[in-house]
């Protein structure tokens, strides 16, 4: 009877795929996102890159949130920083740095820069916790907002009206296309998911889960919690500072509305759905918030054929459909559909001598 | 039988012709789709709501009439909660399963400006909308998006321009703190001066729950003839006007589009009391009851007794509806008139026709013939509201601007 997985090292235990089936599942998920770039319907590759966008974010938050047991409510903050950052990085320096060079000084720079905003929101975590940092996050968001709507920087966000993007060019690489941008979000989204798996392999990482576990227990152990606790929020801001970069790029233009609580909500949400605290529950999450959605609206648009006196009374079932959904998710699989995935897998791996 | 290359040749000639010929004969598709995206939940559901039923109208009677060059036109709505990435995602679905989409509605400014840039090549529709944004007027950056009405900035001039006509010599623009607020603004304050109208009062509100008591007593120490209201739509423009009266504020109350709905105005006045009388505001169409010398109007209205009988629409078409038919109107000519001429229905071939629209006789929607001009049609007049009448009735001529 098979009961885990044999590592005969510490090597092997230390592994990022510690096992066959984990290495030929990430081979697969490359093979089909090549797949999918080459063949996929644009509307396929909008859905996808929304969710590539999103699944950086969200990982980003469960590092804080998952990861480290910080509520966070402000983290649609530090995308609006990124996908700002991007956008005056762009404006201010037209024509002096080469076109070519400009994204890939301006991503880093986006996701510098909300780091540093991550670590002056994430102040607060060393004093208060729980429901009492959740708000002192949340205000994060309003402040970031409320300075980009100011007439007053209006010139480099555009204020309440938005403000156009510009199109990436990687040496000389156009990404004018949704597909292009596909490419680099898919890119950019699987590093995301190995360098997050990685960090929590390290001494980093550990830490980040003994405080999450017992702030004051990993204290004790010689776990500095202003340090760590800073250092995850400034990680976690750094993720979502680079989804904002992909933000700007990817959509023609950023408004100031894009960033507001709603999407603080939807990370949390999505983290739960998928799982706090593993490396693939944003995956999951992702897939419910942003596909399921969308696969509801579809399956109702071919059940009524798009018409609009229809739709006007399905719209509001649609919204039923997806909270129910959600709500049946938390009460039969609180810990995500990561956690019913595990099992599946774990039931197919020993089958026929477990279910 | 032997496969020579000759017979080779033969039957793969037939079996070309054999397939092909239905891609020929598909050259004149069995439809053609108007998609849209509408806030059927959301902040503006009532506003989708009201306007979803309206598309069935649109395509039946267009359909009556045969449709674009005999091929029938198939209208299609999906609910966008009012959030720019999702009707973009709408569009962008519609785009790919939709085969013959040949225009596109949308439902907010966020949308028109999130989807303006990918307007190129295949990925083009001609693309109305429900927002009347200054910006989105602009044939060189926004080729196929255009306005079914005058912008937000037109509105401010013709409500200025009342103003003067009636000797008035001060104003206060209370806006609500949005994107949809802000619009007119600048233009306002110039056009303003022009006039020699004195903007005595520049108030920003929240867009829903705002602090009513402050903004009134900022109006009566501002002691403005007229106030301007701009960028609500349900809520705050009738507690502000409510909160001004119990004050015993004289301030004549103006609104532009989206404040300037029957539906809402009447409820308040049964709600709350009379207080709506004598508000004024601009609107680019008549009203749907004012449908004499309107025979546009007089056809919908002979559909909406039969087919919304027991609705609010049996008798009324809200002003938003009016706003999506008279849109839907004029991109279905654009594309009738790119069909007569030969044309590929494409986007470009839309806008250009859209944009060749002069002195159309709108049959209802217009008072006066209007022209596309820049993308938008300039036009509109002053309107007045009668809490004992429950009715909108004219207040000025027809302005254009």
Known sequence: ?355 | MTLTRRSFLATGAAASAAIGTPMIVKAQPSEYVFGSSLPMTGPFATAGQLVAPALKMFEDLANEDGGIGGVPIRTTAEDSGYVPQNALANYQRALATEENLVYYYGDSTGFMKLVAPELKGENARLMGSTSFASELANPEKNPYQYLAGPSYEDQFDILLQNIANQGGSTVAFIYSNTEFGRDPLERGRARAEELGIEVVLEESTKAQGADVPTHVTKLAQSNAEYCILQGYVTGVWPQLIGGARQFGLPTKFMGTFWGMEKLIADRVTAESGPFLDGYLGVMPYRYSYDAENAPRYARYAEYQKTAFAGTPLETYMPTWGLQSLCAMELGLMALRQVHDEGKELTAENAAEALASIQDWDSGGFFGVPVSMEGNKIGTGRVYEYSAETNLFTPASDWFTV
């Open chain 1, 1 to 355: 009877m098979i009961t885990g997985n044999l590592k005969a090292s510490y090597a092997a235990d230390e592994r990022v795929f510690d096992n066959p089936n984990k290495r030929a599942f990430f081979y697969a998920s490359l093979l089909a996102l090549a797949g999918m770039a080459a063949f996929a319907n644009d509307y396929v590759i909008l859905v996808a890159c929304q969710m590539g966008i999103l699944l950086i974010a969200v990982t980003g938050v469960n590092v804080v949130t998952g990861y480290t047991g910080l509520i966070s409510l402000g983290h649609a903050a530090f995308v609006a920083v990124g996908a700002y950052t991007v956008t005056i990085f762009h404006t201010a320096f037209a024509g002096t740095i080469p076109d070519g060079m400009m994204a890939l000084i301006a991503i880093p720079l986006a996701v510098a820069v909300s780091t540093l905003v991550g670590i002056i929101v994430g102040l607060p975590a060393l004093r208060v916790k729980g429901l009492y940092l959740a708000v002192a996050t949340l205000s994060a968001n309003f402040i970031v907002i409320f300075l980009i709507e100011q007439e007053a920087f209006a010139r480099w966000t555009g204020g309440m009206v938005g403000i156009d993007t510009p199109v990436p060019n990687l040496l000389g690489w156009q990404l004018d296309t949704k597909r292009e941008m596909f490419v680099l979000i898919a890119a950019l989204g699987v590093i995301t998911l190995l360098a997050v798996q990685n960090l929590f392999r390290t001494r980093v990482g550990r830490a980040f889960i003994a405080i999450r576990d017992r702030d004051y227990s990993a204290e004790i152990m010689g776990i500095s919690l202003l340090r760590y606790k800073l250092t995850s929020f400034a990680i976690s801001a750094a993720l979502c500072g680079l989804s904002g970069a992909l933000f700007a790029y990817f959509y023609a233009r950023i408004l100031p509305e894009q960033f507001e609580l709603a999407l603080s909500l939807e990370l949390v949400a999505a983290m739960i759905v998928g799982g706090m605290g593993r490396t693939m529950g944003p995956v999951f999450g992702v897939l419910v918030i942003v596909m399921v959605p969308e696969v509801i609206k579809s399956i109702f648009g071919v059940a009524t054929g798009g018409v609009a006196g229809v739709a006007q009374l399905l719209a509001p079932l649609q919204e039923i459909a997806f909270g129910l959904l959600i709500v049946l998710f938390l009460l039969f699989e609180p810990l995500g559909l990561n956690h019913m995935a595990d099992r599946a897998l774990r039931a197919l791996n020993r089958w026929p001598f477990a279910r």
